[in-house]
């Protein structure tokens, strides 16, 4: 499956605790987005990076939360010292870059519970 | 920031009807790129449209470009029990940023 990956699919942490979500994009694709769903809501952006780089961050907590997609390996989405309102599901998607169709493609998501 | 306003908010409708919704924004958009979400899954890409006034089926489902480049529809004919889900629709600017609207739950009855 070329699909996106993301890991874990269900994480539970208590509150302080840190999580760090995983994400693979598809093959091929250098850029990839976090956006955070509640329930009942909408996607909301959270972030947008290329291997190495943050290009946009404007969706991101400017306190506990951080990612990165280092040149080896998957993207990360740290959210340290959790809290309930972190309670949420996070959604990966990637696309090819600047040059591509602009169609970014999803993950199933990793869905974090805060007790 | 963008913002999309989509409608309606949710639906309920009878297996073999016809669903139209839409979104419109203030802003300009390049691509408008239409969603379908299943409970516990992530968003999987039905249709995308990439030209002011593009018309583009799939199946049952057709979505235009608006000609303002500022709102887009969907169509789907003839609604399944299968159809149900959220639908989102989403628009790409120049900065290659995705915003999406807030969906659209669609509810069918057998």
Not at chain 1, 38 to 62: A, H
Not at chain 2, 8 to 17: D, K, N, R, V, Y
Not at chain 2, 82 to 95: E, K, L, P, Q, W
Request: with cysteine; hydrophobic share 35%; glycine share 12%.
């Amino acid at each position: 499956n070329a699909g996106v990956m993301q890991n874990p699919r269900h994480l539970v942490r208590r509150r302080g605790q840190e999580a760090r979500l995983r994400c693979s994009p598809m093959k091929g694709h250098s850029h990839v987005y976090w956006y955070r769903q509640l329930p009942e809501e909408g996607l909301k952006f959270m972030v947008y990076l290329q291997k190495e780089n943050i290009i946009d961050e404007s969706g991101m907590p400017k306190e506990r939360f951080s990612a990165e997609f280092p040149k080896e390996g998957p993207s990360i989405l740290r959210i340290q010292q959790v809290v309930r309102g972190d309670s949420a599901a996070y959604f990966c998607a990637s696309s090819p870059g600047r040059r591509g169709t602009g169609e970014l493609f999803f993950g199933e998501g990793s869905r974090l519970t805060v007790l | 920031g963008q913002q999309l306003n989509q409608s309606p908010q949710s639906m309920f409708i009878q297996e073999g009807e016809d669903v139209s919704m839409n979104c419109t924004s203030s802003s300009i958009f390049n691509t408008w790129l239409w969603y379908k979400q299943d409970p516990g899954e992530g968003p999987v890409l039905l249709i995308a449209l990439y030209k002011a006034g593009e018309l583009t089926s799939n199946g049952r489902l057709t979505a235009q470009f608006g000609i303002t480049r500022k709102d887009s529809f969907l169509n789907i004919s003839a609604s399944i029990p299968s159809d149900v889900g959220i639908y989102f629709c989403a628009g790409r600017n120049a900065g290659n940023m995705l915003t999406f609207g807030g969906g659209t739950r669609l509810m069918v009855k057998p």
